[in-house]
């Protein structure tokens, strides 16, 4: 059982809980087509418990609380990484990849044709992937800034 299972099914053990929350839910949505407010979700199913079953569904809540911290904390880390720009890429990698390639590239490359021992096909292949990345991030840079491509 992963550690996603263990919190998931800490939801569902609280049958009371659960019980009140989907009556809850069902009963706004009929009267609320338009969409309903998760908290009033909350409160209603609250209401219907008693004060031994509210105790019992405060787990639950914390548990709640706590998975919701841990993914908006996940969420601006993964941003903030992606905003900060770096690249494994030394100033001459790719002209030297591109320099090894010239030399096989006049007898054009074959499935089997090597350079230094590394499948050529894969090196071109590499560079021609790394030339769509740079394209697709200066469409998206483009995009953000309002210019149209």
């Known amino acids: 059982m992963t550690d996603f299972d263990d919190i998931a099914s800490a939801f569902t053990s609280n049958t009371d809980w659960y019980a009140a929350v989907q009556e809850a839910r069902t009963s706004l949505h009929r009267e609320h087509p338009d969409g309903v407010d ?29 998975c919701r911290l841990h993914d908006e904390e996940r969420t601006t880390a993964l941003a903030a990484a992606a905003a900060e720009v770096k690249t494994y890429i030394e100033a001459d990698d790719e002209y ?54």
């Open 38 to 66: 998760v908290a009033s979700i909350g409160h209603e199913a609250w209401k219907q418990l008693t004060p031994i079953q509210q105790a019992r569904a405060l787990d639950d809540l914390f548990v709640a609380y706590i």
């Open 96 to 149: 030297l990849l591109h320099v090894a390639l010239n030399t096989v590239r006049t007898g054009g490359i074959k499935p089997d044709t090597l350079v230094d021992g590394v499948c050529a096909l894969s090196l071109s292949n590499v560079l021609d992937e790394l030339d769509l990345l740079r394209h697709r991030l200066a469409m998206a840079k483009a995009a953000a800034n309002g210019e149209k491509s």
